[in-house]
């Protein structure tokens, strides 16, 4: 709370561009096993801020990660500027439960829904089209956000 306080005083409203890129609540657990010399790896413990930041589980399933992204996207407005826009990378798991949570904290002000394509390795045993795209959804604060057309 005290990071949130010390951000909003500084920044409200003077954020043009914001673009964060949230777990994908993917139940992953992020935690590593550190080499150290040949032969010795030692487990590396997360400290409480990498817990928050870098653990993609969420005890309470997915209401609580929404309750979480509901949170920052919150915050990420009121840092925004009245011009300022702000774009969250997200995949399959997430894009429709951002989309309805953005829809509620950014008032319905949807810019865009980009399509960002990656290779794909081709599997012979696949049962499925492979996912080959993440989503980049885009809202803006209001409708005096800034454009500039991108030519290359």
Same mark, same amino acid.
């Given at each position: 709370?005290?990071?949130?306080?010390? &951000?909003?005083?500084?920044?409200?409203?003077?954020? =043009?561009?914001?673009? /964060?890129?949230?777990?994908? #609540?993917?139940?992953?657990? $992020?935690?590593?096993?550190?080499?150290?010399?040949?032969?010795?790896?030692?487990?590396?413990?997360?400290?409480?801020?990498?817990?928050?930041?870098?653990?993609?589980?969420?005890?309470?399933?997915?209401?609580?990660?929404?309750?979480?992204?509901?949170?920052? &996207?919150?915050?990420?407005?009121?840092?925004?500027? =009245?011009?300022?826009? /702000?774009?969250?990378?997200? #995949?399959?798991?997430?894009? $429709?439960?951002?989309?309805?949570?953005?829809?509620?904290?950014?008032?319905?002000?949807?810019?865009?829904?980009?399509?960002?394509?990656?290779?794909?390795?081709?599997?012979?045993?696949?049962?499925?089209?492979?996912?080959?795209?993440?989503?980049?959804?885009?809202?803006?604060?209001?409708?005096?956000?800034?454009?500039?057309?991108?030519?290359?």
């Amino acid at each position: 709370k005290r990071a949130r306080a010390s &951000l909003g005083a500084e920044l409200k409203g003077k954020t =043009d561009l914001t673009y /964060i890129d949230p777990p994908f #609540d993917v139940g992953a657990d $992020f935690t590593m096993d550190v080499p150290i010399g040949e032969e010795d790896t030692i487990s590396k413990d997360q400290s409480a801020m990498e817990m928050v930041a870098y653990r993609d589980m969420w005890g309470k399933g997915t209401d609580s990660y929404l309750y979480m992204i509901y949170e920052r &996207l919150t915050l990420a407005r009121q840092l925004l500027a =009245d011009t300022g826009a /702000i774009y969250i990378h997200c #995949d399959w798991r997430v894009n $429709f439960l951002l989309r309805s949570v953005l829809d509620e904290a950014f008032a319905g002000m949807f810019l865009n829904d980009i399509v960002w394509s990656y290779f794909a390795f081709k599997r012979k045993t696949a049962k499925k089209f492979p996912q080959k795209h993440d989503t980049i959804l885009s809202y803006s604060k209001s409708d005096s956000h800034k454009w500039h057309t991108q030519f290359t």
